[in-house]
């Protein structure tokens, strides 16, 4: 069964920049999405961003937006989230996800149970 590889994780000081990675390969049905999720300590995973790709449409959630870039690389089956001016509250498990739903692509953003696989996360974390 395919799974989602994240790579590009690591430790910041507030205002620094990361850029984590998702190489999705193997997959044996249609990709509409790729998207990242993120879950801190004690919260609920948020879903921060989004590519469809029958039209490329992207989502950025608002706690991100202006901050995060998502794209990709569709010769590559890979998906990227540049994260610029990190801060504290961005620590947390970042996690890839691929879905083969046309239900993927909400106006409010990525929806989990819509998403059957994941990666295995990457760690972010912005020290103060």
């Known amino acids: 069964r395919a799974v989602p590889v994240e790579s590009g994780g690591g430790s910041v000081p507030t205002g620094g920049s990361l850029r984590l990675s998702c190489v999705a390969s193997?997959?044996?049905?249609?990709?509409?999405?790729m998207a990242w999720f993120r879950q801190a300590p004690g919260e609920e995973r948020e879903g921060v961003a989004n590519?469809?790709?029958?039209?490329?449409?992207?989502f950025l959630s608002d706690s991100v937006k202006g901050r995060f870039t998502v794209s990709q690389d569709n010769a590559k089956n890979t998906l990227f989230l540049q994260m610029n001016s990190l801060q504290p509250e961005d620590t947390a498990m970042y996690y890839c996800?691929?879905?083969?739903?046309?239900?993927?692509?909400?106006?409010?953003?990525?929806?989990?149970?819509?998403?059957?696989?994941w990666g295995q996360g990457t760690q972010v974390t912005v020290s103060s």
């Open positions: 590519i469809y790709y029958s039209d490329n449409s992207t």
């Open positions: 996800a691929v879905s083969g739903s046309v239900r993927c692509h909400d106006p409010r953003g990525p929806r989990s149970p819509y998403f059957g696989s």
């Open positions: 193997g997959y044996t049905y249609k990709i509409f999405c």
